[in-house]
């Protein structure tokens, strides 16, 4: 009885507006926008046109080097603060999440300040005595991969935090016991065991990666187009709400599939560990 | 204009807008009137009431997007007046959402300059009355650029001094329009022949982009991170304001007309105070206010002729004159030709 909440608010705040949004997508659109009631399967058929494929697998690739890289960053940072003494931890995850108590849209425009052609970044280097052009890091892929790794970290080393602090100290004594080095008792041990949090950490950056719309607005300059803005500017710009739903499903799709796919793994992952333990 | 107030404005103001769908539509004013944010005096709801007893209730829209989902959610209920471009005041009165100027009502009417009761979306001002219009063009940094631009081109296909100094405006119709009028097609064109062309035009201009930017780009001159943008030219003024060295100007191959406009929608029931208040607004004193406040052109001939000359001396732009611009060709609502014109930005955008 207990789940009964949980299942309103689920169908109330997820399940029904998927399905509204769902309902658009099998509908057209009118010559003046709007939704004209007329049953067809356009929408679905357009999702796999060569251009917006295009678009979707871009957007995939800069959402898994942000992904990749938020995980490079993360997992030492992880690994430092379940190092720490005890007493220390909760302050230095303290530190790790404090840059979130501020708003989405400032700290990226925080990061144009910093990268822009008459920015800090290029000011300090002309500073060290640097010459040449000013670097134009702003409105390229790589400032949009910047700022999603910087806003996602937290979630990472959050997630990665959670199963390193959960580890049993006595199977890595066991490891050393048995004459394995550090490094050795990392990849053998540590590491093997970490891959749930690492997982859920990754699918989360991914997830929120690919679709996100502001950051590749504002750092990329428009010049990068991924699948949020794309729907974006379906509903917004086009007034195509039908193609626009038709795409918020496909991405809902992707990342549905996804996160199905990390609870299958982490649940195996547990299961095994469960299964040595007897 | 389509995105007075940006599209990062916009991404933020999206995701609340099922909030302020649902929110109540019950009001004790007489009139409730959505607005660009600060788009008219502060101390508006102040002066009409001193000038007819009616409160007003100002809401704020960020985007003509947005408006518009709200109206056609409600069927317009909540609203009597609202502020909208004109393609949206078109696709409204398709929809059939709005009421009838009511001349009569609205003597100030004749303060307009005779083009503006004569604009192709709506003449003689049966459903729609302009409040501000301008065009889209040049704004650049004099003292930078080595020759002054008098050409799309110089846009689309930079000379190397500026390469990767120069942006364009992200929204589709205003970047298509760079394309079309390069080519010399109509910032209306229909043919799919023609649309393909100006969108291969604009995949190459891509290459020596610094950016798409529809918020920002007077900045960018200001700071000198660029130093030829594509922009609206109340935008320049803003740019102008900051630097004296930036200019603006219309290319020779010609540009577009833009127009904000007033509606009145059908299902409110306060539709004889709605007149008064567009009365009052166009008013001469009142209507300037835009003028010196906002730096667009109002189409007000007694409320430009109320200028201080020296405005327009710093803003030469100002000085347009209704002739100039209506020479301009207006941007009409597409109707399904849109969805054309939406691949093409998508195409573009996704080019490498």
Redesign the interface.
């Known amino acids: 009885m207990l789940a009964a909440p949980a299942v309103l608010w689920l169908l109330a705040f997820m399940v029904m507006p998927c399905l509204l949004v769902l309902s658009y997508a099998f509908f057209q659109?009118g010559?003046?926008?709007?939704i004209e009631y007329t049953f067809t399967l356009d929408n679905f058929a357009h999702v796999f046109d060569p251009?917006?494929a295009?678009?979707f697998l871009?957007s995939a690739r800069i959402a898994l080097t942000t992904t990749v890289l938020a995980i490079l960053i993360a997992y030492p940072a992880a690994y430092a603060i379940s190092r720490a003494p005890r007493v220390r931890q909760p302050m230095l995850l303290f530190f790790a999440v404090l840059p979130f108590w501020s708003n989405y849209?400032i700290r990226t425009y925080a990061w144009i300040v910093l990268l822009?052609?008459?920015g800090l970044l290029n000011g300090f280097l002309s500073f060290l005595g640097y010459q040449g052009e000013p670097l134009?890091l702003?409105?390229t892929e790589t400032a949009v991969i910047i700022g999603l790794v910087y806003n996602y970290l937290p979630f990472v080393i959050l997630a990665i935090y959670s199963t390193l602090s959960r580890l049993n100290p006595e199977l890595m004594e066991a490891s050393r016991d048995l004459g394995a080095g550090a490094i050795r008792t990392f990849w053998r041990v540590t590491l093997p065991l970490t891959l749930p949090g690492v997982a859920a950490g990754g699918v989360f950056v991914f997830v929120l990666s690919i679709g996100n719309?502001?950051t590749p607005?504002?750092l990329g300059?428009?010049?990068?187009?991924m699948i949020g803005?794309?729907v974006?500017?379906?509903?917004?710009?086009?007034?195509?709400w039908p193609f626009g739903a038709a795409l918020g499903m496909a991405l809902i799709a992707i990342m549905v599939a996804l996160l199905f796919l990390q609870a299958r793994a982490t649940s195996h992952a547990s299961g095994e560990r469960q299964g040595e333990a007897t | 204009m389509k995105t007075r107030n940006g599209k990062a404005t916009s991404y933020a103001t999206a995701a609340f807008l099922a909030v302020s769908l649902a929110a109540g539509t019950a009001s004790s004013a007489d009139l409730v009137i959505s607005n660009w944010d600060g788009y008219m005096a502060k101390d508006i709801a102040e002066t009409f009431k001193a000038a007819t007893g009616l409160e007003i209730e100002v809401v704020n829209h960020a985007t003509n997007e947005e408006v518009m989902g709200k109206l056609m959610a409600g069927q317009g209920k909540g609203y009597d007046v609202v502020f909208v471009s004109s393609p949206f005041a078109e696709i409204l009165n398709h929809q059939g959402m709005l009421a009838p100027i009511d001349k009569a009502a609205v003597p100030n009417l004749a303060n307009l300059y005779p083009e503006a009761a004569a604009l192709a979306y709506d003449p003689g001002n049966a459903f729609s009355v302009p409040y501000t219009w301008g065009t889209t063009g040049l704004c650049y940094r004099s003292d930078v650029v080595k020759t002054a631009p008098d050409s799309w081109m110089n846009l689309l296909q930079p000379s190397d001094d500026i390469k990767g100094k120069t942006t364009m405006l992200a929204t589709d119709r205003w970047l298509m329009a760079a394309g079309l009028l390069a080519k010399g097609y109509s910032v209306n064109e229909t043919d799919p022949a023609k649309i393909d062309e100006a969108k291969n035009l604009l995949i190459e201009a891509k290459k020596t982009l610094l950016a798409y930017d529809d918020t920002t780009f007077y900045s960018k001159l200001v700071s000198g991170e660029a130093s030829l943008v594509h922009a609206w030219d109340g935008w320049c003024n803003y740019g102008i304001t900051e630097n004296k060295d930036i200019k603006f100007v219309v290319p020779k191959e010609g540009s577009d007309l833009w127009v904000d406009t007033i509606v009145v929608m059908k299902n409110s029931e306060k539709q004889a105070e709605a007149m008064k208040f567009i009365n009052f607004i166009l008013d001469a004193k009142n209507h300037a206010w835009a003028a010196e406040n906002i730096l667009y052109k109002v189409p007000n001939k007694a409320a430009m002729e109320s200028l201080d000359p020296k405005l327009i001396e710093q803003y030469p732009n100002m000085g347009m004159s209704p002739a100039e611009l209506t020479k301009y060709e207006l941007l009409r609502d597409l109707g399904d030709a849109q969805k054309d014109y939406s691949r093409a930005v998508s195409e573009i955008k996704a080019a490498n």
């Open positions: 659109r010559t003046w926008g709007g251009l917006y295009k678009i871009n849209l822009n052609r008459e134009s702003l409105y719309f502001v607005a504002l300059g428009g010049r990068f187009q803005n794309l974006y500017d379906q509903f917004l710009t086009a007034n195509d």
